[in-house]
C-alpha cells in the first residue's frame, strides 16, 4: 500500500457524464490484482475533503500507469472531468482484496452494470493472455444504450450480452434475468454493480457455482482504520459486520447480507 | 499524585480513526509518532450500526460507527499481545454502558497486564513509556441507568471516574463532550474524581438530512461530526479549561488536520495532540506536522514545545 503522487497522464470523456483517467505513478509500482481499487484526492485544492474510493480498471507494470472509469456521481467525481493532463493526484493504492481465481476456472462469467464495470473489465483482461482456454463472456446491464458506455465497452473484445431496462440496446430487462439460468455454462461468475443487481443475482443463482460478488459502501480512511465501510457478511452460523476496504470489497456472493 | 507518562512525541492518533494501529502502520510508521489510542474496548462485543456509517459534510465528516468492536475478552486474548510487542505507546479507549461496565475494561486490562509478563508495559532506552501505558475513557455516550451521557452529567461523570480510578494506577484520561455550553465544570469534576488529564475533545453531535427522502444521510438520525469543521469550537474549550484549570493536562482532540491547527492547540494549552479525521484526509500527516512544529519554534526562536503549551495572547 501506498500514498504517493499520481501524474494524470490523460483524462478523456467518453459519453456525457462518463470519463477515462490515466495516472502515471512514481516506480515501483506495487503489484495490482482486478477488484482492488484506489483511494483518490479528486480535487488537489480541497484538503478539507475526503479521497474518493474508485475501482481499477487496468493497471501496466511496464509504464507504471494505470487507469480509472468514472462516472460522475456527485461533487467530487463530478469535479474529475476538469482536471487537466499534468496534475498530480495524491492517490492511496493499491487497496482491499482482489477477486479470487483458480487455473481450472475457465469459463467465466462477468455480470455486472454502472460503475461496477470497472473491476470486472480489469479481470477480463487479467484473464487474455490465458488465451482460447478461458472463455469471459460479460453480462452487461444499465437503464438505457448510454449507460452501457460503448466507448468503454468496444475496447474489450470478448463476448457481452447486454441489457436494457428500456430496451434500447440488447434484451429488454434486467442483467440477473438476462443472465437467470445460464450459470450452468460456467465455471465462477463475478459480479459487480448495485447492491439491488447483486442481491437478485444471489437469489437465482444455483447453489454449485462460485460467485464472488465486489461490493461498495461509503468510505473515509480506505485502510480498515475507522469501520465506516462496513457489510454484513456471513461467516459460518455467524454474520459479522467485515470492512468493504480492508477484508473486501470482494466477498462470496451468497455469504453477504444485503440491506433491504 | 498525578501519573504522568512520557511519549516519543505530542502527536497520538485518535481513538475510532486508527483501529488498533495496525491498519495505518504500513502508512504512518509506529516509531514517529507519540502512540495509538485503541478503538473503544466494551465489556461485551458490539456489532456497531448498519451502514450507511459515514457522512461527509463541508470539510467535515459525520460518523455513526456504533463503538463496533470485539469486546475486552478478545481484546486481552487476540489483539494486547500483538500491541505490546511493537514498541509503541498505546492507550486503551474504554466504554460502557454503566460506570460499573467502564471499570470492568479496566480491570480485566489490568488482570492481563498483570499476569502475562509478555504484555507488560516497558520502559525504553530514550525513557518512553510503551506498551499499555494507560486508559482513556470515551464519556460521550449514554449511561443507560440514567439516560444521560456520562460526559454531560457530574454525577455519573465523578462515578465513572471513580470506579476507573479504583482499578489502576497507570494513566487516566477522561474524555469529555464537547456538547456543553461550558467544559470547565467537567474538566474539574473529572480531575476530583481523579483523572490525570482530560481529552477535549469528541465528536460535536449533528444531522444532515437527504431533502428528496427527508430521511438522514446516515443510519442514524443524528451522528458524530469531526474534522475542520469542528477545530475553532472545540479550540474554544480548550482555551477556556486551559485558563480556569493551568494544572490539568490536556490532550486536544478536533479538527487538527496540519501544523496550523496543531500549533494553535498548543498554544490553547493542549499538551498533547490527537490525530483523527485528519489522517483520512491527509495520510502524511504526521511527518507534516512534525516538520511545521519544527518550522515555526525555529521562526519563533522557541527552544522546544512545552515552551509554547497556553501561551495564546488572548489579552491583547
Ligand atoms: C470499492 C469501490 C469502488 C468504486 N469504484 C468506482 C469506479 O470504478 N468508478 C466510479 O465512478 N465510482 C466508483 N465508486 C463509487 C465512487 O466512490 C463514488 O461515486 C464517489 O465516492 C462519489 O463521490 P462524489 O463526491 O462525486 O459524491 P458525493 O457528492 O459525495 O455523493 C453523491 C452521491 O454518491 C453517493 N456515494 C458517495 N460515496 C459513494 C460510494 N463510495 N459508493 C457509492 N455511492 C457513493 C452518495 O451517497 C450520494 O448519493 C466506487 C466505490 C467503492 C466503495
Ligand atoms: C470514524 C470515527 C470513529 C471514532 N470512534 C471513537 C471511539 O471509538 N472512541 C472515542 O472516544 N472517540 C471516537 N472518535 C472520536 C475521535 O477520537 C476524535 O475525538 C474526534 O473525531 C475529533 O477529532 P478529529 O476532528 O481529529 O477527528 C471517532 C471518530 C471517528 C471519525
Ligand atoms: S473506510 Fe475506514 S474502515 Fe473502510
Not at chain 1, 76 to 105: I, K, M, R
Not at chain 1, 141 to 162: E, K, R
Amino acid at each position: 500500500m501506498e500514498y504517493v503522487p499520481a501524474t494524470v497522464i490523460e483524462n478523456r470523456e467518453l459519453a456525457p457524464g462518463h470519463g477515462l483517467l490515466t495516472l502515471s505513478l512514481p516506480e515501483p509500482q506495487p503489484e495490482i490484482k482486478p477488484g482492488q481499487f484506489l483511494h483518490l484526492r479528486c480535487d488537489p485544492g480541497d484538503k478539507h475533503s475526503l479521497m474518493r474510493p474508485f475501482s481499477i480498471l487496468d493497471a501496466n507494470a511496464l509504464d507504471n500507469t494505470l487507469s480509472v472509469y468514472y462516472k460522475g456521481l456527485g461533487r467530487l467525481s463530478n469535479h474529475l472531468f476538469t482536471v487537466p493532463a499534468g496534475t498530480e493526484l495524491d492517490c492511496l493504492y493499491p487497496l482491499g482484496t482482489g477477486f479470487p481465481w483458480q487455473p481450472d476456472w475457465r469459463r467465466v462469467a462477468l455480470v455486472g452494470g454502472g460503475v461496477g464495470l470497472a473491476p470486472l473489465l480489469f479481470l477480463a483482461r487479467h484473464l487474455e493472455p490465458y488465451g482460447e482456454r478461458m472463455q469471459v463472456t460479460g453480462f452487461f446491464g444499465g437503464a438505457s444504450a448510454p449507460d452501457l458506455v460503448p466507448a468503454l465497452l468496444n475496447d474489450y473484445d470478448f463476448p457481452q450480452q447486454l441489457a436494457t431496462m428500456d430496451g434500447s440496446t440488447g434484451f429488454a430487462g434486467t442483467v440477473v434475468e438476462l443472465f437467470n439460468g445460464c450459470e450452468e455454462y460456467f465455471d465462477v461468475v463475478y459480479t459487480c454493480g448495485p447492491n439491488a443487481m447483486m442481491r437478485a443475482l444471489q437469489q437465482v443463482l444455483a447453489p454449485a457455482v462460485p460467485a464472488y460478488a465486489s461490493l461498495e459502501e461509503r468510505m473515509a480512511c480506505g485502510v480498515g482504520a475507522c469501520y465506516g465501510c462496513v457489510a454484513a457478511i456471513k461467516t459460518g452460523e455467524e454474520t459479522q459486520n467485515l470492512r468493504v476496504c480492508l477484508e473486501g470489497p470482494v466477498f462470496e456472493l451468497r455469504s453477504v447480507v444485503f440491506g433491504t | 499524585m498525578p501519573r504522568g507518562i512520557t511519549l516519543r512525541d505530542p502527536l497520538l492518533l485518535a481513538s475510532g480513526c486508527c483501529g488498533y494501529g495496525e491498519e495505518y502502520a504500513e502508512l504512518v510508521d509506529p516509531a514517529s509518532h507519540g502512540g495509538v489510542i485503541t478503538k473503544a474496548v466494551s465489556p461485551e462485543p458490539r456489532a456497531g450500526n448498519p451502514t450507511p456509517r459515514l457522512c461527509e459534510t463541508p470539510a467535515g465528516l459525520l460518523n455513526c460507527i456504533g463503538l463496533q468492536n470485539p469486546g475486552v475478552e478478545a481484546f486481552a486474548a487476540e489483539i494486547m499481545p500483538r500491541l505490546t510487542a511493537r514498541g509503541t505507546s498505546f492507550i486503551v479507549n474504554a466504554v460502557g454502558h454503566s460506570p460499573e461496565e467502564f471499570a470492568r475494561v479496566v480491570a480485566r486490562v489490568e488482570q492481563v497486564l498483570a499476569s502475562d509478563p509478555a504484555c507488560a508495559p516497558r520502559l525504553s532506552a530514550e525513557g518512553v513509556n510503551t506498551g499499555l501505558c494507560g486508559y482513556e475513557l470515551d464519556l460521550s455516550c449514554p449511561n443507560v441507568e440514567s439516560g444521560t451521557l456520562f460526559a454531560t452529567d457530574e454525577t455519573v461523570l465523578a462515578r465513572t471516574v471513580e470506579l476507573g480510578r479504583r482499578e489502576t494506577e497507570r494513566l487516566l484520561v477522561a474524555k469529555l463532550s464537547p456538547n456543553v455550553t461550558d467544559i470547565v465544570p467537567f474538566a474539574r469534576c473529572a480531575r476530583e474524581a481523579g483523572a490525570d488529564a482530560v481529552t477535549i475533545a469528541n465528536t460535536f453531535n449533528g444531522v444532515s438530512i437527504d431533502i428528496a427522502t427527508r430521511q438522514s444521510n446516515l443510519a442514524r438520525p443524528s451522528a458524530g461530526l469531526s474534522g475542520p469543521a469542528i477545530r475553532a469550537a472545540t479550540l474554544y474549550h480548550v482555551w477556556r479549561c486551559h485558563r480556569a484549570l493551568p494544572e490539568l493536562p490536556i490532550l486536544g482532540s478536533g479538527g487538527i488536520t496540519d501544523a496550523d491547527s496543531a500549533v494553535q492547540f498548543l498554544l490553547a494549552g493542549a499538551t498533547a495532540l490527537q490525530l483523527g479525521t485528519g489522517l483520512f484526509l491527509n495520510p502524511r500527516l504526521v511527518p507534516e506536522i512534525q516538520a511545521g512544529l519544527s518550522a515555526y519554534l525555529d521562526a519563533q526562536a522557541e527552544p522546544d514545545l512545552r515552551a509554547i503549551i497556553g501561551t495564546y495572547r488572548d489579552q491583547g
